[in-house]
């Protein structure tokens, strides 16, 4: 079964840092984009960052720029989102998710998604 | 960038048909076949419904729709049910090479 699971979230300080991780499994994890997208309390999707299947690639979005990282270890089927300097409007829950179909770039829909992790950002 | 645009609700009953839009720009939509469409209910992950402006994943009912005409995307739903209720939200790839989502439809089956 193709699975996603994140794993890192919690309370911090505004200025903290956190880690997020996301485990997966049932499929051929190195061929896919991997990507995290988030949802702030009462708030839509928003997305976040994405990486190439080789890890070279990455991409953010412009409100997470130099702030958040991503990056993957393809020998443990798990992809990172290292989250620094963070704000009170980092405060959400963080979905990891993959692409549906193996590619370089973001390009497509994520077909399969974790349940996400929260991450509440406060003092 | 700003998210693309959607209604906030839509509602429709039983049987009947609905469409929600998506607005974008010459950037992101009006541009790129890249628009897919996600379902998601409170506390659940979002589901893809439709990829690449008018595919449907395997397992998702044909039902959903997808369609595009210029900066524009929709997706209609036929044949609504009680379970269709849900958020919706459009998402498209841009050219500095970021995905965009829509801020999102709630769909009310009445």
């Not at chain 1, 919690?10 to 984009?33: E, K, N």
């Not at chain 2, 049910?81 to 790839?93: F, G, I, K, L, P």
């Amino acid at each position: 079964e193709v699975q996603l699971l994140e794993s890192g979230g919690g309370l911090v300080q505004p200025g903290g840092s956190l880690r997020l991780s996301c485990a997966a499994s049932g499929f051929i994890f190195s061929d896919y984009v991997m990507t995290w997208v988030r949802q702030a309390p009462g708030k839509g999707l928003e997305w976040v960052s994405a990486i190439s299947g080789g890890g070279t690639i990455t991409y953010y979005a412009d409100s997470v720029k130099g702030r958040l990282t991503v990056s993957r270890d393809n020998s443990k089927n798990t992809v990172y989102l290292q989250m620094n300097s963070l704000r009170a409007e980092d405060t959400a829950i963080y979905y990891c998710a993959k692409s549906l179909f193996p590619a370089s770039s973001p390009v497509d829909g994520s077909d399969i998604w974790g349940q996400g992790t929260m991450v509440t950002v406060s003092s | 960038q700003s998210a693309l645009t959607q209604p906030a609700s839509v509602s429709g009953s039983p049987g009947q048909s609905i469409t929600i839009s998506c607005t974008g720009t010459s950037s992101d939509v009006g541009t790129y076949v890249y628009v897919s469409w996600y379902q998601h209910h409170p506390d659940k992950a979002p589901k893809l419904m439709i990829y690449e402006v008018n595919n449907r994943p395997s397992g998702v009912s044909d039902r959903f729709s997808g369609s595009k005409s210029g900066n524009t995307a929709s997706l209609t739903i036929s044949g609504l049910q009680a379970e269709d209720e849900a958020d919706y939200y459009c998402s498209s790839y841009t050219s500095t090479n970021t995905v965009l989502f829509g801020g999102g439809t709630k769909l009310t089956v009445l």
